[in-house]
């Protein structure tokens, strides 16, 4: 598998290395500068990744998908620090201020950025719920919706759902379809979809639709929000432990630095 890319891109800094992983060291609105551009541009097809502890955990694991999801990520046109725990180990490992740009703040902001310029693909959650979302986020931003799809279909349908998004003529894609899931099936299908910016975006989706709740705003611009959302949701307390491997993880990379210097 090759090594992730260190190429500095044109207008942004050069790309690091976090724990085999590319990350783009991009504030919120120079990210949202970026994408900007190539939404206007000539049109040609981007994926964006929004790097967190858990990413990093899951594709370690070994298995198929793991190495599937690492290449997505090395494969990504932009990889932004979606929590602290990744501002964390980038200070830990790199010595680097890595800025947060999490998912939802780079889909609103664009959203809100490009208004009724902007034509939107909504990709993912339960049925319905991609429906919500995006009638909500054209009240609010104003955007067009170029479609809705669920996110609950089967590999053997990916070439009919990338054929329908392509044929929308979408700007923006958000794909919510759960880590790994999303972030393949924009890369494996990205020159069929053919989407100026293509990102996996997690729960996104629900929030837009108001099946889950923001963190507050203290815990986002602190960058706990995952804290907020752990605490408060039984169904996210299994995510702890990866949290905790991950603490591992970057403890134990950073003794063999030391070792190593």
């Known amino acids: 598998m090759a090594a992730p890319s260190t190429t500095a891109h044109p207008g942004r800094p050069a790309r690091l290395d976090l724990l085999g992983h590319p990350l783009d060291p991009v504030s919120l609105d120079a990210a949202l500068d970026l994408l900007g551009t190539w939404i206007q541009g000539p049109r040609a097809p981007h994926t964006v990744v929004t790097l967190n502890p858990e990413f990093i955990m899951q594709c370690r694991d070994g298995s198929d998908l793991a190495a599937r999801f690492t290449a997505a990520i090395r494969a990504a046109d932009l990889v ?38 902007l034509r939107v693909f909504f990709l993912g959650a339960k049925p319905g719920v991609a429906e919500i979302a995006a009638q909500n986020a054209r009240e609010k931003y104003g955007v067009v919706v170029a479609g809705v799809h669920h996110g609950y279909f ?44 293509m990102m996996g975006v997690g729960g996104v989706l629900d929030v837009l639709a108001g099946t889950a709740t923001l963190a507050p705003a203290w815990t ?42």
Do not use: C
């Open 80 to 117: 932004t620090a979606d929590g602290v725990g990744i501002v964390w180990a980038a200070k830990e490992l790199l010595h680097a201020d890595v800025p947060r740009a999490p998912g939802f703040d780079l889909s609103a902001g664009l959203m809100q950025r490009h208004g009724p310029n």
């Open 154 to 197: 089967d590999a053997s349908d990916d070439v009919r759902v990338a054929e329908l998004v392509r044929d929308s003529g979408a700007d923006l894609l958000l794909t919510a379809m759960g880590a790994a899931r999303q972030e393949i099936f924009n890369e494996y299908w990205r020159e069929v979809l053919n989407v100026p910016v």
């Open 220 to 261: 986002r611009r602190l960058g706990v929000e995952w804290i907020w959302r752990v605490a408060g949701d039984r169904k996210r307390w299994g995510r702890a432990p990866a949290l905790a491997r991950f603490v591992g993880v970057v403890r134990q990379a950073k003794r063999r630095a030391a070792r190593s210097t």
